[in-house]
């Protein structure tokens, strides 16, 4: 079978395609023929750090070999997070982790699911602890925010407040179910976030940049809010800390990833997740955003595509027709 | 009856003591005569910032005077918290946030337990979250500190470890139930603490310090270490913060002051504190550790020895024989 790997650690130019035998599930696990996986920024890093890695982290397929117990029978359509090797004709995933795709759903939508949305559910619900009042979630074009705005609005009573550098990104979340959008070229975002919440500040931040929009952020957290740390793409260092403003305000920041949790978290946390929403998923109210779709053998310029953030939305690779 | 307050915002020798009518209960409150009352410091900080206060947020005294329903009856022997003027001859409290005083306890061991009981109570469990692993409290022999060593050790299997300045504040930590006690003159304590948890870090630290103290508690937390600050005696600015450590630690770190919560927060903590740790005060196995008892009219000497850091556990004021 196919599957994606790296020469050395490296830029996207180091991505090959080499011939490898299918892998065998383990007891508890699926063998899953792989009809479509979806990048994450989570393989860039490993394609850039790892020897010799196995990248992707997500696919949709068929269930061709059980090992074990399962609730799952060859042959079901099913999405979800694999631990490595994604990027594949054949890929094993634990059983507890598997979701079954909503009829509606192809197997390139399905496969733009797990990762994202996941993500947006732990960080939304788990550990944003959002139920009513405001949320900020920043890059709200990306495949997270695309995810958190749609579990929220369904979800949730909260205002929804979304930032995003084009007017067109900032339609794509309005479309979505952002009460407001904010253009950060334009705006000082703490400032308008304060006056949409009459001075009180957003009880969530989903906050994907870190250090470029850290004073922003702590003006625009309310007194008791949770600020969710989940990515630095706007720097890792911070000059000047106020712990007190942290203290006075009560912030609790919260630092998380998806991908090096227990296979026991993401086992429980596809569980919630998959019974909360499949079906809205199934009657179409929550949708992937799709960008685009490559084929697997243009895995190169698909990560290119998602390094230069031109993408609104996942970008999904097609693997073969199952 | 006597009460204090300031001339004007500012050092200890702006605090006077004044006459004042009775204060009324109003529904929902009880009236209690104050036979003893303890010092903290947030009284310290109303004292130097706010512009005639009265002081003191914790008693224990007698019910005078019910208005409303109430689980107390006059004569009661009552401790809790008041929003204000506990150092003073009566005080007004919620009912909903009065404590049974234990038969075993005298008012002025009463006036020591509610705010340092139910800061620790609230910062170990409701925001650390502790059950097994392992703590870290730093000012071990603070009021905050003696309390939280008890209650970890009573009612959780974490081991406890400490800091604290000098040999004879670790005795005494040590007697309370600490497992490792770190004198932070000579010993770098997250390396000692790596020691002790095998390399894993603590799960919970409990931070007053801040600033001097922030790489060093980044270096000791574990992995989904919940990192409580509830106070910046090291300093309130960091200099530099690496928010990648936070993101791939998960590290969950909360700001909390006690004090200026709702008082429906303070209702439901004081409840669940009493309900689980009311038997071991009366029993003895959980007690409040008194540094000094000044009389009410020596407050200022009082506040001048808590700006020194003479104490080991609480500063209580003893203000009548009731």
């Known amino acids: ?50 020897v010799n890695p196995y990248l992707g982290v997500e696919v949709a397929g068929i269930v061709r070999e059980i090992n074990g117990d399962s609730s799952f029978k060859i042959g079901d359509r099913v999405m ?14 634990p059983s507890d982790r598997a979701m079954l795709i909503p009829d509606n759903l192809s197997f390139t939508d399905a496969a733009a699911i797990p990762e994202v949305f996941l993500t947006a559910y732990q960080t939304l619900y788990w550990l944003g602890e959002l139920q009513t ?10 495949g997270v925010g695309t995810a958190a705005i749609q579990l929220a609005k369904q979800l949730t009573d909260a205002k929804i407040i979304v930032t995003a550098g084009s007017a067109q990104k900032l339609a794509l979340c309005q479309r979505l179910g952002a009460d407001v959008g904010i253009n950060y070229h334009d705006t000082d975002f703490s400032e308008r976030i304060l006056q949409e919440t009459n ?3 957003v009880d969530v931040i989903l906050d994907f940049i ?17 600020w969710v740390l989940i990515g630095i793409l706007g720097g890792r260092i911070v000059e000047q800390v106020d712990l007190f403003a942290l203290l006075e305000k009560r912030v609790q920041l919260k630092g998380t990833l998806l991908t090096p ?3 026991s978290y993401k086992a429980a946390l596809t569980k919630e997740f ?12 929550i949708y992937p955003v799709v960008d685009t779709i490559f084929d697997l053998a243009d ?8 390094e230069a953030n031109k993408n609104s939305g996942k970008i999904v690779l097609r693997v073969k027709e199952v």
Do not use: C, F
Request: glycine fraction near 10%; aromatic fraction near 6%.
């Open 261 to 263: 949790r227990a296979d």
């Open 80 to 93: 979800g997070l694999v631990n490595q090797g994604g990027y594949s004709e054949y890929a094993v995933m």
């Open 274 to 285: 998959y019974t909360n929403v499949a079906p809205y998923l199934a009657n179409g109210t």
């Open 133 to 142: 009042g405001s949320v900020v979630i920043h890059a709200g074009a990306s």
């Open 299 to 306: 895995v190169q310029t698909a990560h290119e595509y998602m």
């Open 1 to 50: 079978m196919r599957i994606v790997t790296t020469k050395q650690p490296g830029e996207s130019e180091q991505l090959q395609i080499v011939e490898q035998d299918v892998p065998k599930p383990s007891v508890g696990e699926l063998l899953i023929e792989v009809a479509a996986a979806a990048v994450n920024r989570t393989d860039i890093i490993t394609r850039q750090t790892r």
């Open 199 to 201: 001075g009180q500040g």
């Open 210 to 226: 870190g250090a470029s929009y850290w004073q922003q952020n702590l003006k625009s957290i309310a007194v008791d809010g949770r």
